[in-house]
């Protein structure tokens, strides 16, 4: 079954920390999205990626394939990082059908 | 450039009613996408268009769901004789092409059953 499954599923950060969110997938993928919904609001992409790394500001998004894992990393996170991370795969073979895991609630304090 | 819009922003029905939610892509994007998010939930697919035609419908629920893109540009979801359950954010999203292209998403359609 394609599963895509994300940790933690709540996390609170203090200004400043460093942040993790992991994302794990069951079965071969051709692309891995990372995506940002604020309350109330629309889903932003953040990232888009196949291999590797990609670092864009203060996020940085890595994916090992044969792991099949992602994790999406906020350096110096800010209250305004406050938001639900959204990890998100093409499976192989499934088109451009993307399967979305269940999100992180990410809570920055002060 | 704009964005993706949806419309209506809010959509409150009565069960049994028919509803229809609308999506209007980024220019010259060929690829549209509907999804479904329930409450505390990730988005779920229905539906993706690549021009006028539905490349993969294997997300619609049940026969009450249906969506049309007759100019490869704006797209309806067509819900029929709707129930509580379909109460959620539809969300619609649209891509330069299919394949591995970013997806950028609308702000969403809520959706109310009473």
């Given at each position: 079954?394609?599963?895509?499954?994300?940790?933690?599923q709540?996390?609170?950060a203090?200004?400043?920390?460093?942040i993790?969110i992991?994302?794990s997938?069951?079965v071969?993928?051709?692309?891995?999205h990372?995506?940002?919904?604020?309350p109330g609001?629309?889903?932003v992409?953040l990232?888009?990626?196949s291999s590797g790394?990609k670092?864009?500001g203060r996020l940085i998004?890595?994916?090992?394939?044969q792991?099949?894992?992602?994790?999406?990393?906020?350096t110096?996170?800010h209250?305004?990082d406050s938001?639900?991370?959204?990890?998100?795969v093409?499976?192989?073979?499934?088109?451009?059908?993307?399967?979305?895991g269940?999100?992180?609630r990410?809570q920055?304090?002060l | 450039?704009?964005?993706?819009s949806?419309?209506?922003?809010?959509?409150?029905?009565?069960?049994g009613k028919?509803?229809e939610?609308?999506?209007?892509?980024?220019?010259?994007?060929?690829a549209?996408y509907w999804?479904r998010?329930?409450?505390?939930?990730?988005p779920?697919?229905?539906i993706y268009f690549?021009?006028?035609?539905?490349a993969?419908?294997?997300g619609?629920p049940n026969?009450?769901?249906?969506?049309?893109r007759?100019?490869g540009?704006?797209?309806?979801?067509k819900i029929?004789?709707?129930?509580?359950?379909?109460s959620?954010?539809?969300?619609?999203?649209s891509?330069l092409s299919?394949?591995?292209?970013t997806q950028?998403?609308?702000?969403?359609?809520?959706?109310?059953v009473l």
């Open positions: 079954k394609n599963e895509v499954e994300q940790s933690p709540n996390l609170t203090q200004e400043g920390e460093f993790t992991n994302c997938y069951s071969g993928i051709s692309a891995l990372w995506l940002q919904q604020h609001g629309g889903i992409s990232f888009m990626l790394k670092k864009h998004a890595t994916i090992n394939i792991e099949k894992h992602s994790s999406l990393h906020i110096a996170s209250p305004r938001a639900v991370y959204i990890c998100a093409r499976f192989s073979g499934t088109a451009s059908k993307l399967t979305f269940t999100g992180t990410l920055v304090t | 450039g704009a964005g993706v949806q419309t209506p922003s809010n959509k409150v029905t009565e069960k028919y509803v939610l609308r999506c209007d892509p980024i220019s010259g994007h060929t549209l999804y998010q329930s409450l505390g939930q990730g779920e697919f229905l690549q021009g006028t035609g539905a993969d419908d294997s619609l026969d009450r769901f249906f969506a049309v007759p100019e540009s704006v797209s309806t979801l029929q004789r709707t129930e509580r359950g379909d959620a954010v539809y969300l619609c999203a891509s299919g394949g591995p292209y950028y998403f609308g702000p969403g359609t809520r959706l109310t």
